[in-house]
């Protein structure tokens, strides 16, 4: 098992960029893939998790190039959703995105695809996805009662369009309805308990494919065909979040961060620490399909503050970052409704809560969140860390461990590759500086 050891830091100034967005990196790929031409994809994310939906592609006989050695440009060739039934399982890694958006592409497809993943993926619920698309016809078979992995899907030459009413707010959810409604007849709508992030409905509509959203609720017509063009991936703000922590709690530091993604859907973790008094400013370019631009961040004092309801889901992968944020200010911060955080790669709310004790942090576990006690920018000790095989643990400790007494040592970190390549040797330049 591979680890990090961090040392606590002084004040800095970095101007830097982070790798592509993971969410848009899977959906470009996809998506040129159902296109009727060729796409070529600048800012890709070549980690594990978007290189899982490549070979997914590959496999279903999408011919798809990387035009540079690190594959960060890409040229697909659409086939119009003619895929070719695949002679191995599909092996998605630990990508959740990959294996939900999938069945929902194998939606119009008349044979069986096996689907699989690491041991993490595996516990994930997929009857989330299962339940809407047996409404359209599409099965997908797989373990237990919450129909984990490996996954057997069948799809059907006539897909039924759906109204469905997803009881969760899942962009995995409406993107893998959104997929099968295409090869459906007709309207389908999917509404969702909150927004959740939006780049699938502004891709497809970039790519011609009209849909709209009303409200909570988001209307698509089936045997639309996707044009193809070529997409620009903007940086990732969940993977620029780590480093803006960095900086935010941090008086006398500052960083600029460029070409990032600003997507309002996404923006909820710049917004809750604005709140917590972090200074941070936003210059927004309108003008590509997703919006992007730079962050600039100013350290300041951060106050405890409470954050629930409907802005959980437009920070659903930054609240471990966040909850490190929360222990480096003054004061108490309630996160609740974020049931969804048990689910993900790791339980995250038990993984945040026991890294932040073995830090020295007061933290009160709800089932669907957690109260933490702020000990300040110089409160935290040095501890040894548990990824639980998850990217974002692993990487929001090893910012915590920036702040520690000492020399903090975060186990299992070979995961942080599922999401952001570079990190380490980004998280080295900061840890040379004098
Ligand atoms: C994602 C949606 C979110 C997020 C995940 C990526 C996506 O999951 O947590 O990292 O690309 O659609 P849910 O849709 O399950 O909320």
């Not at 959203?213 to 903007?234: F, H, K, L, M, N």
């Not at 200074?279 to 962050?295: A, F, K, L, Q, W």
Request: charged share 25%; hydrophobic share 40%; net charge negative.
């Amino acid at each position: 098992m591979s680890e990090l050891r961090v040392h606590p830091i002084d004040k800095f100034a970095v101007e830097l960029k982070v790798p592509g967005d993971k969410s848009i990196s899977h959906r470009s790929v996809m998506f040129a893939a159902i296109s009727n031409g060729t796409c070529e994809i600048d800012g890709f994310l070549p980690s594990e998790d978007c290189l899982a939906t490549v070979g997914a592609l590959k496999q279903l006989g999408v011919e798809i190039k990387s035009l540079n050695e690190s594959s960060t440009k890409l040229i697909v060739k659409g086939n119009r959703r003619q895929f070719v039934q695949p002679s191995e399982p599909i092996d998605c890694g630990n990508s959740g995105t990959t294996m939900r958006l999938m069945c929902g592409l194998l939606a119009g497809c008349n044979f069986e695809v096996e689907l699989v993943g690491d041991e993490s993926l595996s516990k994930r619920p997929m009857d989330r996805i299962a339940k809407p698309l047996l409404e359209m016809g599409v099965s997908v078979r797989g373990q237990g009662k919450n129909c984990t992995a490996p996954l057997i899907v069948r799809g059907s030459s006539r897909v039924k369009n759906v109204d469905y009413e997803s009881p969760v707010a899942s962009a995995q959810i409406k993107s893998a309805v959104m997929l099968a409604a295409l090869a459906a007849e007709g309207k389908s709508t999917i509404t969702e308990p909150f927004l959740s992030r939006d780049h699938t409905e502004r891709m497809l509509n970039y790519l011609l494919v009209k849909n709209v959203r009303q409200g909570r609720t988001i209307s698509i017509w089936g045997g639309q065909q996707a044009e193809s063009r070529d997409i620009i991936v903007p940086g990732d703000l969940s993977s620029a979040a780590f480093w803006v922590v960095a900086a935010a709690a941090r008086p006398g530091s500052t960083l600029l961060v460029n070409e990032v993604g600003l997507n309002p859907t996404r923006v909820g973790v710049l917004n809750a620490l604005i709140r917590m008094g972090a200074r941070i400013n936003e210059r927004v370019d309108e003008s590509n399909c997703e919006p992007m631009g730079t962050v600039e961040v100013t350290g300041s004092k951060l106050k405890g503050i409470e954050i629930g309801g409907e802005e959980i889901p437009k920070m659903i992968d930054e609240i471990p970052i966040l909850a490190v944020a929360a222990a480096l200010a003054e004061g108490t911060t309630t996160i609740r409704d974020a049931h969804e955080l048990r689910v993900k790669e790791s339980d995250r709310i038990s993984a945040v809560a026991e890294n932040l004790r073995r830090m020295g942090v007061s933290v009160q576990e709800f089932a669907d969140g957690m109260e933490i006690q702020g000990v300040g920018p110089h409160g935290l000790k040095a501890a040894e860390i548990e990824s639980h095989g998850d990217h974002r643990i692993a990487m929001s400790f090893a910012v915590a461990g920036l702040y520690a007494s000492g020399e903090t040592i975060i186990h299992g970190t070979e995961c942080i590759a599922t999401s952001y390549p570079g990190f380490e040797e980004e998280l080295n330049q900061l840890l040379k500086r004098k």
